[in-house]
């Protein structure tokens, strides 16, 4: 049985995904308080490039729901944004059984997204790209749960460009 904030990263994947076929980006989200925040690209959106080619047989949210989905490599950044929540809906009870509690994800650039988290009672950024890949997207959540665990992230910090100076991972040429 999923938890609640699972099903409301599910919501928020599929909601990303819907909106971003027609133009829409996700700008922010909140687990804690159930926001999401939106805006309108002003642009035609980038067709969903899937890393089998073709995508799912059976259409929109159950074939995502039944088939993988995996954005390709060149995948537009939109679609990236909707496969990272939808990872992050399978594993934020791993992470939580690891104490690292998935607060919510700010993108304020189309390019990249900062997921924010708690370690311990420790706050961070990180940054991931979304577009201009050099790879897939493979599972996000296992790594950041494998990367705080092992305490690899710090290896990754870098001085932050935010006003509440939360250190920055910054995983945008590594995840």
């Known amino acids: 049985m999923a938890s ?31 926001q999401i925040g939106f805006t309108d690209t002003g642009t035609t959106p980038d067709p969903p490039l899937y890393m089998q080619g073709e995508p799912p047989p059976v259409p929109g949210r159950q074939g995502r ?5 995996q954005p390709a490599t060149h995948a537009p950044a939109w679609m990236n944004m909707a496969w990272l929540l939808e990872d ?14 998935l607060l919510g994800i700010e993108a ?18 990180v ?11 493979d599972f996000p959540g296992m790594y950041l749960r494998d990367m705080l665990t092992e305490g690899r992230h710090r ?7 935010s006003e509440d100076e939360t250190p920055l991972v910054d995983l945008r040429t590594v995840l």
């Open 88 to 101: 992050l809906a399978t594993w934020i009870q791993p992470l939580a059984d690891e104490h690292v509690t």
């Open 65 to 69: 729901r039944e088939y993988d989905w």
């Open 4 to 34: 609640p904030d699972s099903e409301f990263l599910t919501r928020v994947s599929e909601a990303a995904f819907e909106l971003g076929t027609d133009g829409f980006r996700v700008t922010a989200m909140t687990i804690k308080s159930r």
């Open 155 to 161: 290896d990754h910090l870098t001085p932050t460009d």
């Open 108 to 125: 304020p650039l189309p390019h990249w997204c900062d997921i924010l988290l708690r370690d311990g009672d420790t706050a961070y950024r």
């Open 127 to 137: 940054r991931i790209a979304l577009a201009d890949r050099s790879e897939p997207l």
